[in-house]
């Protein structure tokens, strides 16, 4: 079935690092892929999205490009900031079906 | 505009006993998804309904049912609540256009605690 890998966190950095968090998926056909952010105590936030190969998605200084030979969607920043601590999970859907899968989350924390 | 809301935000209750949470979509958006995150993890796929009919169930016992109503609300219903249950229930909505990357937009949960 399908499926979503991300980086085992915690991650802690610090201010103005550069982030990665990397995520490779299992799925058939061509699925959507998405990074949500879930901060302390919500629900969840639509980061980015792509729908095909090598579109990128980008918001808030974020991005990730969707890479089908390698079926990654890694999300990348530049220069992070204490507000980006949070929760961030990867996440995907098959055309046509209903459910999102995702991965477990890799929490982040930046320190100042 | 309004984005999804749910309702109640906590709910405390023991086992055995049945819950119904609630949800409103986005203005517009005729699909609604819900999920179950339990902490530490991922949130899981339960149930989605499009025009009050089920369209997709994810592996969840018959405990958990859900209908929407035609203002496209949606109520979810656990009875006999286990311990297990104890999660943050999410509701979701989209505009179902039926264009690939269709996307989810996430309501605040329901923090569901079961003792």
């Known amino acids: 079935g399908d499926s979503v890998t991300q980086m085992e966190g915690p991650v802690t950095l610090s201010e103005e690092a550069f982030l990665t968090i990397n995520c490779t998926y299992t799925a058939t056909g061509y699925p959507s892929l998405f990074w949500y952010v879930q901060y302390p105590g919500e629900g969840l936030q639509l980061l980015l999205k792509a729908t095909k190969a090598d579109d990128k998605g980008s918001n808030k200084g974020f991005e990730a490009t969707y890479r089908k030979e390698t079926t990654s969607f890694h999300l990348e920043k530049g220069s992070v900031q204490v507000s980006d601590s949070a929760v961030y999970f990867c996440?995907?859907?098959?055309?046509?079906?209903?459910?999102?899968?995702f991965g477990q989350g890799t929490r982040l924390t930046i320190n100042p | 505009d309004a984005g999804v809301t749910q309702s109640p935000t906590h709910l405390i209750k023991t086992r055995g006993q049945q819950v119904t949470l609630r949800c409103s979509p986005i203005s517009g958006h005729k699909s609604v998804s819900w999920y179950q995150q339990v902490l530490g993890q991922g949130p899981q796929f339960i149930f989605q309904y499009y025009e009050k009919e089920e369209r997709g169930r994810g592996n969840f016992p018959d405990r958990f049912s859900a209908r929407q109503f035609p203002n496209y609300s949606s109520e979810l219903n656990v009875n006999a609540l286990l311990l297990g249950d104890s999660a943050l229930y999410l509701c979701?909505?989209?505009?179902?256009?039926?264009?690939?990357?269709?996307?989810?937009?996430f309501g605040p949960g329901t923090r569901l605690t079961v003792l």
């Open positions: 996440a995907l859907i098959r055309r046509g079906a209903q459910k999102l899968v």
């Open positions: 979701a909505s989209s505009p179902d256009t039926g264009q690939a990357g269709d996307t989810q937009y």
